[in-house]
T-cell receptor, first 115, second 112 residues
């Protein structure tokens, strides 16, 4: 069964360092998402991507964050200069249809720890 | 804005017990409602959904009814199994391509 894969599963970094989280969505899906969950808190929407551009983004997704689909298969989230409060589990998801009508398929998550 | 409130966990039940996980929502517009489940070591996956008032979503013995009058979408199962141990997330999305909004999740542990 096709699945969304994410790497790395866990990354530890120093504050101020750049981090890239990678995702391979399901191959025929058209919509791509990043969510995050700080420990004990809600799963929060960061950004959605459709037709090679950002379609929605939240207030969390400020200038420190960027997304890219560099080669038609990978979907990356970059954090330019990490802060302590960026420590969270980051989930990538993809869907064939938009979120209101379609089913989102999530990866297992990448745990980011910022020291 | 849109938000989802779930009952706090963790919830610990014996096998074959009845499960209810409460979920209430606030939304601008007319939302679709979802329950997602995350088994240990896996990503979130859709468990069931309902797109209009009084619809009942069901899957794997779980069910939830979209109650517009009480803005609720409580998850129920008549007889839980150890394999149901997971984290359950209530979520909503309103019309168009507005992103899914999730609750905090409720951890369920079922003991034999």
């Amino acid at each position: 069964e096709p699945e969304v894969t994410q790497t790395p599963s866990h990354q530890v970094t120093q504050m101020g360092q750049e981090v890239i989280l990678r995702c391979v969505p399901i191959s025929n899906h058209l919509y791509f998402y990043w969510y995050r969950q700080i420990l004990g808190q809600k799963v929060e929407f960061l950004v959605s991507f459709y037709n090679n551009e950002i379609s929605e983004k939240s207030e969390i997704f400020d200038d420190q964050f960027s997304v890219e689909r560099p080669d038609g298969s990978n979907f990356t989230l970059k954090i330019r200069s990490t802060k302590l409060e960026d420590s969270a589990m980051y989930f990538c998801a993809s869907s064939l249809q938009g979120p209101n009508t379609g089913e989102l398929f999530f990866g297992e998550g990448s745990r980011l720890t910022v020291l | 804005g849109n938000s989802v409130t779930q009952m706090e966990g963790p919830v610990t039940l014996s096998e074959e017990a009845f499960l209810t996980i409460n979920c209430t929502y606030t939304a601008t517009g007319y939302p679709s409602l979802f329950w997602y489940v995350q088994y240990p070591g896996e990503g979130l996956q859709l468990l069931l959904k309902a797109t209009k008032a009084d619809d009942k979503g069901s899957n794997k013995g779980f069910e939830a009814t979209y109650r517009k009058e009480t803005t609720s979408f409580h998850l129920e199962k008549g007889s839980v199994q150890v394999s149901d141990s997971a984290v359950y997330f209530c979520a909503l999305s309103t019309s168009g391509n507005t992103p899914l909004v999730f609750g905090k999740g409720t951890r369920l542990s079922v003991i034999a």
